[in-house]
């Protein structure tokens, strides 16, 4: 199955700035999807990276604040951009493909702190 | 739209014992898969069993096994000789299949606590 490399592992990150999270995989994979974690609560899906092409949002999440890159089809960018406090949360990296047997494999998560 | 419910926040269990996790949903659609997650304290989302839904025979993964019921839209989790390293949040997770339809959708998850 894929690993998933994720960085970083954890950050803490003043308000108005920008962090960008990054996802390795060691395969070639087909899709490729960014979620949020809230404090104690589930996830929730932020995109789908599209390789060569502009990501597909969620409902409530907009390109402007979560900007995403997937230059090809083993890496992925998420940044989160001019964060505040409700931005802290774990973002996770997610591949599915051939691969992972068509499962959904997880990176470790970035866990972000705003302060 | 897609819908999963965990109606059980938080449950605990015995070392040695089972214990049985509750999971519907709700969809229109005919072909998808279901999965259990668990997650522990180090955050790591790891893949616990998968069900497709064309096939009637329960999915198993040693301790790990699935009561799939899809005329009820019921996927429980059985895990039998519970054991402290199964401390964890488990999260039941919806997926459709074919092209096009790859996100999952979550529930609020389960916080088991394995007692020693």
């Known amino acids: 199955s894929a690993v998933i490399s994720q960085k970083p592992s954890r950050d803490i990150c003043q308000r108005g700035t920008s962090l960008t999270i990054q996802c390795q995989v060691d395969s070639q994979v087909t899709m490729m999807f960014w979620y949020r974690q809230q404090p104690g609560q589930s996830l929730t899906l932020i995109a789908t990276a599209n390789q060569g092409s502009e990501a597909t949002y969620e409902s409530g999440f907009v390109i402007d604040k979560f900007p995403i890159s997937r230059p090809n089809l083993t890496f992925s960018t998420l940044t989160v951009s001019n964060m505040s406090p409700e931005d802290s949360s774990i973002y996770l990296c997610?591949?599915?493909?051939?691969?992972?047997?068509?499962?959904?494999?997880f990176g470790s998560g970035t866990r972000l702190t705003v302060v | 739209a897609q819908t999963v419910t965990q109606s059980q926040p938080e449950m605990s269990v015995q070392e040695a014992e089972t214990v049985t996790l509750s999971c519907t949903y709700d969809t229109s659609e005919n072909n998808y898969y279901l999965f259990w997650y668990k997650q522990p304290p180090s955050r790591q989302m790891i893949l616990v069993i998968r069900?497709?839904?064309?096939?009637?025979q329960n999915a198993t993964e040693n301790r790990f096994s699935v009561n799939f019921q899809k005329a009820a839209k019921s996927f429980s989790l059985k895990i039998s000789d519970s054991q402290l390293g199964d401390t964890a949040m488990y999260f039941c997770a919806f997926g459709l299949s074919g092209a096009g339809s790859y996100q999952l959708t979550f529930g609020k998850g389960t916080k088991l606590s394995v007692i020693p």
């Open positions: 069900q497709e839904a064309y096939k009637q």
């Open positions: 997610s591949v599915e493909g051939p691969v992972t047997n068509y499962g959904y494999t």
